[in-house]
């Protein structure tokens, strides 16, 4: 699954000469870059999970020339109210100063806050992840799952980056097993297994990749 972010590349083309505008239009009608690369080819891409100690999951990605390191922690809280039965994502990101010059003073905060603005209306579609698999006790506890998301360095394609990153680190996180019981007043206890191995994963078969695409000429 995918969803597609559409940039017009006019702006861009506006403040070309005339030799460099024309380059890139002939590279596009010829499915050519300068690189090498197809008009559709992705930058070659490396995945590594459980790179981060004491998180509940975790995974890097370099997509280019752009290195992106996620690590998520589950922790017990309160589920939202308009959501009882639910459990929740929390999204933090940073841009760290040495990863483009774009980040120094307010550049990196601003696209911070786009990029997790992104992943939070991605992830507020019950489609995209089974929220109910976090509850605990309806109304009462639900796992919270924060995502922290650290920007090492920017090549480009950021926004899919960091798609790819947090999935892999979702598929990597392992929730430790809940027995919910009641005492002998009807009070309902939690007791997490102690077992490294009695968790649970999670489902991220339809958690979406963000798709960044440039559109050139009409």
């Known amino acids: 699954l995918c969803c597609c972010f559409e940039e017009s590349m006019a702006s861009t083309l506006g403040v070309l000469s005339d030799a460099e505008r024309l380059f890139i239009v002939h590279g596009v009608q010829d ?31 370099r997509l280019g020339n752009t290195d992106i390191l996620v690590g998520v922690k589950a922790e017990m809280g309160e589920p939202d109210p308009g959501r009882p039965k639910e459990g929740k994502l929390e999204f933090f990101l ?23 603005n992104a992943l939070q209306r991605i992830f507020s579609s019950r489609s995209t992840l089974d929220l109910t698999s976090l509850c605990i006790i309806p109304g009462g506890q639900c796992w919270v799952l924060y995502v922290d998301v650290l920007v090492l360095e920017c090549g480009g394609n950021l926004f899919d ?46 958690v979406p990749l963000i798709v960044t695409l440039s559109k050139i000429g009409h």
């Open 161 to 206: 980056a960091v798609s790819l990153a947090v999935k892999a680190a979702l598929f990597n996180t392992r929730i430790p097993t809940v027995l919910v019981t009641a005492d002998d007043e009807g009070q309902q206890e939690i007791e997490l297994s102690d077992d490294p191995y009695d968790v649970k994963r999670l489902d991220v078969e339809n």
């Open 94 to 116: 940073d841009c760290s100063a040495n990863a483009s010059p774009e980040f120094e003073g307010r550049g990196g905060e601003e696209l911070a806050i786009e990029v997790s």
């Open 31 to 61: 499915d050519l870059r300068s690189d090498g690369r197809a008009c559709e080819d992705y930058r070659h891409m490396e995945v590594e999970t459980d790179v981060v100690s004491n998180t509940s999951g975790s995974a890097r990605l």
